[in-house]
């Protein structure tokens, strides 16, 4: 059984760094896309980006000149960076797997981990 | 820009529910493929993918939820609603970046 655990900071303050982690347990790495999305709290779901294991990566615009996704094949981890953090970046962060040749089909996610970011 | 409808959706057990998503332009990807999802958000539970493709339904998913439509309009349908089917459901495209998602459908009993 696949499972993704992850894990970071969970209170920031504002201009600092979010790091995130995750852990791939079970599965192959190569097959997929992973990606980060986020949801503030009372609100839907943002797709903040994707990277596969050979470390390309797609953004969403909206966040790009903030985010850096990385990826550690060794350890079947990849990783999101969200530098310069404000109240705005409040949210639970996911990370999930895509189906290569399904895009769109998210089939593994995290349990999700709250980032509270405040002065 | 992915609308869905309705925003609620108060369903007797056993009923069915029926949920839409309509996209501000066509899902249709240059390969021939319209990569809408649909998910599923319970409470205290990981989210969880139900349908791909538009109509394919994941692994473990059971029947009684099926996805249908074409171009920019899709539907959701829960032929009989169970408890366990209360949460939040999301529609999401593959199609374009940025992948954006439906504001969310939250599905409760009467």
């Known amino acids: 059984q696949v499972q993704l655990q992850q894990w970071g900071a969970g209170l920031l303050k504002p201009s600092e760094t979010l790091s995130l982690i995750c852990a791939v347990y079970?599965?192959?790495?190569?097959?997929?896309?992973w990606s980060w999305f986020r949801q503030s709290p009372g609100k839907g779901l943002e797709w903040i980006g994707e990277?596969?294991?050979?470390?390309?990566?797609n953004y969403n615009p909206s966040l790009k000149s903030r985010v850096t996704m990385s990826v550690d094949k060794s350890k079947n981890q990849f990783s999101l960076k969200l530098t310069s953090v404000t109240a705005a970046d409040t949210a639970v962060y996911y990370c999930?797997?895509?189906?290569?040749?399904?895009?769109?089909?998210?089939?593994?996610w995290g349990q999700g981990t709250l980032v509270t970011v405040s002065s | 820009v992915l609308t869905q409808t309705p925003l609620s959706s108060p369903v007797t057990l056993g009923q069915p529910a029926s949920i839409s998503c309509r996209s501000s332009q066509s899902l249709v990807h240059s390969d021939g493929n319209t990569y809408l999802s649909w998910l599923q958000q319970r409470p205290g539970q990981p989210i969880r993918l139900l349908i791909y493709k538009i109509s394919n339904r994941f692994s473990g998913v059971p029947d009684r939820f099926s996805g249908s439509g074409a171009g920019t309009d899709f539907t959701l349908k829960i032929s009989r609603v169970e408890a366990e089917d209360v949460g939040v459901y999301y529609c999401?495209?593959?199609?374009?970046?940025?992948?954006?998602f439906g504001q969310g459908t939250k599905v409760e009993i009467k």
């Open positions: 999401v495209q593959a199609t374009q970046f940025p992948r954006t």
């Open positions: 990277i596969n294991h050979r470390g390309g990566t």
């Open positions: 079970g599965g192959s790495f190569s097959d997929y896309y």
């Open positions: 999930a797997r895509e189906i290569i040749v399904a895009r769109g089909a998210f089939d593994n």
